[in-house]
């Protein structure tokens, strides 16, 4: 019997004219995630995509790549039987003879209607043969076993086991975004979950190098690396900071610094969103987590830009956020302790209540064009691809 890969969409199936769009990039990405086999074998059957699985392909790995690639409902490895019931039979049989198992159900389906028996007749003529030949019995509620039977067009698909994904639309079919990241734990998990809705991200690092080791910046560069996994293809602008937070450090009041090195941050951002083409940015700010994380702070801050803020984690809890980084693979390289640029001149009492007229008063004759223009002229640019 030959084995495939079973794939399931599940949202991208609804989106009416554009379906074809999103079953497009979908193939494409899926293609991206598992570039490592050279060229493989697919089709389309059916609102389900199918790979042909060769003998030497590396099943854990393909796993562990398939369940990064956004759009993909759930997944399972099949093997083909025929569409013949005594085949069907036979194969079964041949399948779950060494599982180790007490009660069981089949779960049947059949889009291909020439299939002279129904889904539920299928379910039932093949728990039948289980049961007799092996003594088990049927419990379609409590059961260690489920045996699914896909009848697709001509493939007669025999699997146990459906590997769920997290859904999502597929990376690329919604505009790019800029997210601004940290070395965190926050921000990388604020990026995923756009990437989830379909969002490709490119990365903006402010830098506090040589006051912050340098072993930060390979964090976040590592964090990228990871991020990637989900995108196949991502840039990274790193750029200094340190000059910047020095100027601040004379002009702003103590209390205000955190509130002016995020203005700062957006005005650059703003600068690389523009260069890039993108039209809306991203953090990972959490309402109340932080004292800048104020209403009145998050007003104070985002003033400094015309561009649209998407903060995915408004709303999470620490934990929650957590679980997320954990889950994504970016929570053990977020908390290695290196410090970043906000971990520098942090004052004692942070101002949570920020005041906007203060904060226009005190901006009023910067040179920001002279300030931003050395930031961006020395600004590092990293690609990162799936091939390395
Ligand atoms: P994170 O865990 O992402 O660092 P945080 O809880 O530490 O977030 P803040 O330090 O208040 O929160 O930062 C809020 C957001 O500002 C971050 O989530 C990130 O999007 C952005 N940010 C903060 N520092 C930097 C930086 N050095 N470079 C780029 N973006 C930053
Ligand atoms: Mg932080």
């Not at 750029?239 to 702003?252: D, G, R, T």
């Not at 906000?342 to 942070?350: E, R």
């Amino acid at each position: 019997m030959e084995r495939y890969i079973i794939i399931h969409y599940g949202e991208i199936a609804l989106k009416g004219g554009n379906r074809s769009f999103f079953e497009n990039k979908l193939i494409a990405n899926i293609k991206l995630a598992l570039i490592d086999l050279g060229e493989i074998w697919f089709k389309q059957v059916s609102g389900r995509i199918i790979v042909l699985m060769e003998e030497n392909y590396d099943w854990e790995l393909i796993k562990a790549k398939l369940q990064k690639v956004f759009g993909i409902e759930y997944f399972a490895l099949a093997w083909n039987s025929s569409q013949d019931l005594k085949e069907l039979e036979k194969d079964l049989y041949a399948l779950v003879k060494s599982k180790k198992f007490i009660k069981f159900r089949v779960t049947a389906r059949r889009t291909n209607k020439n299939f002279p028996l129904k889904s539920q007749e299928i379910a039932e003529k093949l728990g039948a043969m289980v049961v007799k030949k092996m003594k088990k019995k049927v419990d379609l509620e409590n059961f260690d076993l489920n045996c699914y039977v896909d009848i697709v067009e001509n493939f007669a698909f025999l699997y146990f086991e459906k590997i769920e994904c997290r859904g999502g639309l597929p990376v690329g079919v919604s505009d790019k975004l800029l997210c601004l990241i940290s070395g965190g734990i926050d921000s990388p998990v604020a990026a995923n979950l756009m990437q989830k809705r379909g969002a490709s991200i490119v990365y903006i690092h402010f830098d506090s190098y040589p006051s912050t080791p340098k072993e930060n910046q390979e964090k976040v560069k590592d964090l990228v690396k990871v991020l990637n996994e989900y995108q196949f293809k991502s840039r990274l602008y790193i750029v200094p900071f340190l000059e910047i937070q020095k100027e601040i450090l004379q002009k702003a009041p103590e209390d205000y610094r955190v509130v002016f090195y995020r203005r700062m941050m957006l005005r650059i951002a703003k600068m690389i969103a523009q260069k890039e083409n993108i039209l809306a940015l991203v953090t990972g700010e959490s309402l109340g987590q932080v004292a800048s994380q104020t209403v009145e702070n998050i007003r104070a801050i985002s003033e400094a830009t015309p561009l649209p803020i998407l903060r995915p984690l408004i709303g999470f809890n620490k934990e929650e956020i957590v679980n997320l980084a954990r889950e994504i693979g970016t929570f053990e390289l977020s908390a290695q302790p290196f410090g970043d640029c906000c971990s520098l001149y942090v004052p004692k009492h942070p101002v949570t209540r920020a005041d906007l007229n203060l904060i226009l008063d005190t901006e009023k004759d910067w040179d920001f064009d002279r300030i931003l223009e050395k930031a961006i002229s020395k600004t590092e640019i990293i690609n990162f691809n799936s091939e390395i």
